[in-house]
């Protein structure tokens, strides 16, 4: 894949930021997806119990594939 050195920040620099905010505020996201699951497809989204901690191990991963993006386009 050949990135731009620009290219290659901007996305690991993405990917960060996603799991930041999956671990710092998982209950604001499920709220989100809430409201977008009823003005976009008109169903109802109703986050079960343990769907924070879901969230948060989203994030994990994000970090993850961050870290590794960071080694392996550097």
Do not use: C, I
């Amino acid at each position: 894949m050949d990135l731009t050195r620009t290219e290659r920040r901007l996305l690991w620099n993405g990917t960060t930021l996603a799991g930041v905010v999956h671990l710092l505020v998982p209950g604001l996201l499920l709220s989100l997806a809430r409201l977008g699951y009823r003005w976009v497809l008109a169903v109802e989204f109703t986050p079960q119990e343990g769907s924070r901690r879901r969230v948060r191990l989203l994030g994990v991963g994000f970090l993850a594939v961050a870290a590794a993006l960071k080694r392996l386009l550097e």
